[in-house]
């Protein structure tokens, strides 16, 4: 019974890895900015808007993981497509990894960029360009990680 | 299409009229001061109207604090795009003339705000006196009553619950020679229990004992009234402080009408406290002045005329001969991306705006990323409802909703393109609520779609960023060859644009590319040999002139390594990979939401549900992509295209003006 749906499983690992390594990366690095965004706005309320936007861009890791659970889901019989066998519920799991696990180490190391982003915009809040721009850099890693899973996810 | 040429303006003029010279300069909007190396010392009247100024601005800022505190204006989420209210400088300059009234008006507001503080503290100070005087009511004489000739009195309360019986047997357990006392309670509760001890001076001392060690503490409160009487009166301060309040409060209220003239005082105040630091940045002598500054060249001719013809000064006109003030100028389409360029940082000595070139770009890769026509289409009609609707809104907004309009524009097309509107909207409710069979495609994509090609995709995302960075390298020589540097352009610009020619030609039919993009591009025998020429050619050429000025072997050494820069257009091409995942993002999550919106099936139910879902996602997913595509477009600029050309480092121009001020405009004139 397990053996036959191992395949399965395999694939529903990857996607849930997938999901929740760049989800927990993504929830901790927007968390680490919401802090410091809060203790800016207490000061200087008029940045709203400026640092959501720097709070927000650890966010996208978790919505790339979700991205990829879902292509996974819609091969495997689950949103749609077939059950795969078990190797190829292994190459899916493999697929998924990428993604996962830069996800999440990339998510978090934004946070921290963006938090020290908040702070540059809090003390000069005309250099809000610079200021998206650094924590951006970060995410750059988390997009090849994503670009390799879905590719790979994609062909199977 | 360019940063507007500058030139140099000198005006000499008398004493007496420097006032109202400053003031035409800050009308007309156009003449960028330059500060005197170091800043003089005015006349005390100068001095002294600045201070007054800057203390007005606070005045105001805090009078229309207390007045949003008592009688809020209903900003709401529009506020900022309404924009500041029109006045002709006629108007300004009659309601300028009312500035001492709303002063004093803001100074009474002022007032009536440290009365309200006052009052509500003393109602505040007064309701703790009444708790504390509250377990003391029953006491008939007065609380700092301490005895009479021969005997004691100890008024105060035990912590904790105690009965009659119980301080009694405590007195009898500590100080059992005492049998004349008298022992009152005053009710109290498990907290405290509040008493009234009598006894001969004798035993005093042995009561107070007793009670001590049982916690007994005085009344916090000392009056020489009972505590009935002073309460009475606590009550009726605390009333008193409550209407004075009420009444403090109703009186703000009622100045709520005159919140414009508060405004007002505000921004009068800051254009003046504006002019008169920039006095201090101009020289004078005891009967002359002058002033020296920058204007656009379109703009000299007229603002001498208008200044000599008004004034008896003399104004100077010479070309600049340094780096001047930069003022971007662009055309329709290109001026609303120079935010994007000024937030990068404007053109230093002898670069060129690159706005209007970044702007293409700028709309092409933001479409691509976001690539949902959906999306676009609402872009599109937001910004155009907001900008028709709020002709008044501040310059930087309108500029960045047309910004949006544009790049909404290029989401649509990109959107049809790639067959994206709402992710498969319409496919999806076309199989559920129509009955189109699940298998014929509604809308379909005019080129392709990503998510069945994203090989092909990842290929022309590539395609798209060399033709970005190309063009960059290719402003960076024409830059060059402008200031006649040769050998500059060889090793920095042409030597890259034939090594990596080459090195394409080379890579378009091998099998690497072959299997990356499914087959591989052939090219004619006579090409590829041409390629390996180019390739070598271009490598030649850096090695040698990449580090022309310096000595033989020094200078091959850093050629190479400037060779070793190949790694660094790799990866600044395959940063454009980013193209490929946004967009991808945007479409899979919005067939997603779809397919959940469209679970429930067809009929009313389902479609009510199906319209719930669509809404909240596609909000959400709009929102986040709308931010990525903002934030990696930037990058792909600042960072990719930006850094192959542009340093900036310029000086902004920023003329002496009215355009600082909050609540009200002054027309230009």
Redesign the interface.
Known sequence: MLNENLGIVYALLGAALATFLAGSGSAIGVGMGGRAAAGVLTEKPELFAKVLILQLLPGTQGIYGLLVAFVVLGKIGILGGTAPTADKGLLFLAACLPIGVAGLISAIHQGKASVASISLLAKRPDSFGRAMLLPAMVETYAILALLVSLLTVARL | MAIVPMQKMLICGAIEEKSSVMKTLQRQGSFHLIPLEEERLNAPEVREALTRAEKRIQTAEQALRVLQQYAPAGGGMLASLTGAEELSPEDWEKRSGNADAAAALAEDLLQKDRRINEANARAARAQVQAEGLAPWKGLGMPLDFSGTESTRAFIGALPGAWTDESIRALLAEYCPQMDAYSLELLGGDASQTPLVLVCLKEDAEAAEDALRRKGFARPVITTDKTPEEALNEVKFDRASAITEAEEQKAAVQAAAGRRGELQFLYDDATLEAERLSSFQKAGESRTAFFVEGYVPKAKAAALQKKLEDKFTVSVIITEPDGETPVLLQNNRLSAPTET?V???GLPGKGEIDPTAIMSVFYYFLFGMMLSDAGYGLLMVIGCAVALKKFPKMGRNMKKMLTMFFWCGVSTAVWGFLFGSFFGDAIDVIAHTFFGVPADRQVLKAIWFTP?DE??RL?IYCFLFGIIHLFVGLGIKGVLLLKEKRTKDFLGGVLGWYLLLIGLLMILLPSDMYASIAGAPVPLPAWMQTAAKFLAIAGAVLLLLFAAWDKKFGLRLALGAYELYGVTGWLSDV??Y??L???G??TG??AS?IN?MASMMGGGVIGAVIFIIVFLLGHTLNMA?NL??AY??T??LQ??EFFGKFYEAGGEAFEPLGTGDTKYYHMEEN
């Open positions: 994007v000024e937030s990068y998510l994203p090989m990842l395959l940063s990979s980013r490929l995942a946004l991808l993002a899979v999550i997603v397919t986040i931010l990525g934030v990696h930037n990058r600042f960072v």
